[in-house]
């Protein structure tokens, strides 16, 4: 799908949605084809489907000029099966008109979008317009008419917005592909200023209900913060405005392209900075950098959801105290661990949206993978491939593979790494990323003993570690501690069930932590983590 031409009206007190669209589309294939599959919503009931000649209208096209052909369609359980009378051929543009409403009676339409009486949104999840899978990028225009006490946003700029008999009709455009047209509407009062991040100048606008007006401005000063930040730590950032827009019925955050939707309780007491964050670096992650459904390592939603949860971890490190963001690598830790304990684990790689472990395991394990991959790396080397990632993949979906081949290109392997490189290779990352996406669970490493005997410069101090179940392989930090201010830390690798790290000292340890910085995602029960001498 290339374009959208899309026209919508809304009646909110009949939570009734019409809608007429002109797809632009091309065949991607090498091959005519005269069978062609959409998503579109069980509950929206489709009155017809037509075979364009431009991508006109048909109340706009001249007679004999833009002919039509009807095309006879199945539509079960929100899959639209369409025969077209005649194939399309590969590289010519396919014009397509559909015309539907929805069918619902009550407010809350599948998947839990709303088309309530004062306020309501959609969003692809629901399926409210027709697209072929998700991730399949597109420019749009869309037109929106409802009544005019209420207030309507889209994806991209406003173009137009007018008041005629009693109907306000706001028409949003995008030109730049994205994929997910969403929108929110409800009683607004509109809050704008022109900020600056990454080098563009462009409108942040904030749309609230008018008890919560005097919070826009707060939020728009975090938001531009945040956007800056990360157009310094990803890319730029690439469009040309962004809006943020209460979503009463709505219960988290979501970010679409251009478009934030937020619940109504982040518009009241403390700023709830981590959401904010997570949503505004779905700019990037999710809309810039969109999820591929085809090929090998695709659908994974970790692309999206656990890199803008890690996105608000880093904007928690660069905002606040070292303990702070202890705190919250902690709490993220803590949620997943706490799922796992009760719940069936799956792997990053496998787990969906209908596994009740998908939240655990997408946002919160997720991220902290992505922790242990920058202390794998380094500093220098992860952030230079993330940059470089975003601005390689802009405007196009992404796979796993694309990120590891990224951060393979900055990797400089230590000699004990599973992907140390001959001489003339680069080296590899495909174990981490196996064991870590491709695994079920986490390491469980133990310091089963820590014995220290005299030696020439002291004493030598050997310390036994397990690992318990899957073993990893991985470095991490040991932080050997005496009386006063005696201590040492030494990055080892652990590759084994079981092995002896041998060090040497001039006083005896009186304890041994095991990641004390945090870096990786572990068992974290103190008694296998942290050593103590007895008595």
Not at 107 to 120: E, F, K, M, T
Not at 492 to 509: A, G, Y
């Amino acid at each position: 799908i290339q374009h959208y031409d899309l026209e919508a009206r809304l009646i909110p007190d009949e939570h009734r949605l019409e809608a007429r669209v002109v797809m632009t589309a091309q065949l991607a294939g090498a091959k005519p084809l005269n069978r062609v599959i959409f998503r579109l919503g069980p509950q929206m009931g489709v009155q017809r489907i037509a075979r364009l000649d431009s991508p006109l209208p048909p109340k706009a096209a001249a007679p004999g000029v833009s002919g039509e052909s009807e095309i006879p369609f199945r539509h079960e359980e929100g899959v639209l099966a369409c025969r077209l009378p005649q194939a399309a051929s590969p590289g010519q543009p396919l014009y397509l008109y559909f015309e539907y409403v929805s069918e619902s009676t009550a407010p809350r339409l599948w998947r839990g979008d709303v088309i309530g009486s004062a306020s309501g949104f959609l969003r692809p999840e629901s399926c409210w317009y027709p697209y072929t899978l998700w991730g399949d990028n597109a420019t749009c225009k869309a037109t929106y008419r409802l009544p005019e006490s209420l207030q309507v946003v889209g994806n991209g700029t406003l173009q137009e917005e007018r008041v005629e008999q009693g109907e306000r009709l706001a028409s949003w455009e995008s030109t730049l592909p994205f994929f997910g047209i969403t929108l929110a509407y409800g009683p607004y009062t509109k809050t704008s200023r022109e900020v600056k991040a990454g080098g563009r100048t462009f409108p942040l606008s904030c749309y609230t209900l008018p008890e919560h007006a005097s919070r826009a401005a707060e939020v728009i000063t975090e938001a531009q913060l945040i956007l800056s930040f990360y157009s310094e730590r990803f890319c730029p950032f690439p469009y040309e405005a962004l809006k943020i827009v209460e979503a009463p019925a709505f219960p988290g955050g979501y970010g679409s392209c251009t478009l934030l939707l937020l619940m109504s309780n982040f518009f009241e007491g403390d700023m709830q900075r981590w959401l904010l964050a997570h949503e505004l670096s779905h700019q990037w992650w999710g809309n810039l950098l969109g999820i591929e459904l085809a090929g090998e390592g695709a659908n994974i939603p970790w692309l999206s959801e656990g890199f803008a949860t890690y996105s608000d971890i880093l904007y928690t490190e660069h905002l606040e105290s070292q303990r702070h963001w202890r705190q919250h690598l902690d709490k993220y830790a803590g949620l997943y661990y706490e799922h796992a304990s009760h719940g069936t684990d799956e792997p990053i790689l496998t787990v969906r949206w209908a596994s009740p472990m998908y939240h655990a395991i997408t946002y919160e394990k997720g991220a902290l993978v992505l922790h242990a991959l920058r202390y794998l790396m380094g500093d220098e080397a992860f952030f230079q491939a993330l940059r470089t990632y975003a601005e390689r993949y802009a405007f196009s979906a992404v796979t796993v593979d694309d990120f590891r081949r990224v951060c393979e290109e900055y990797y400089q392997a230590e000699p004990e790494s599973p992907g140390y490189p001959a001489e003339g290779e680069r080296a590899s990352l495909e174990w981490f990323f196996e064991e870590w996406l491709e695994r079920p669970g986490f390491p469980i490493l133990k310091i089963e003993s820590v014995k220290a005997a005299p030696a020439s410069a002291g004493f030598e101090i050997k310390v036994t570690m397990i690992q318990e179940e899957s073993v990893y392989r991985l470095p991490v930090d040991l932080r050997v501690r005496g009386h006063l201010d005696q201590e040492f830390t030494r990055r080892v690798w652990l590759t084994m069930p079981d092995e002896v790290l041998t060090f040497e000292s001039s006083w005896v340890p009186q304890e041994v932590q095991l990641d004390p910085d945090g870096w990786l995602l572990k068992d974290p029960r103190p008694a296998f983590i942290h050593w103590k001498l007895s008595g």
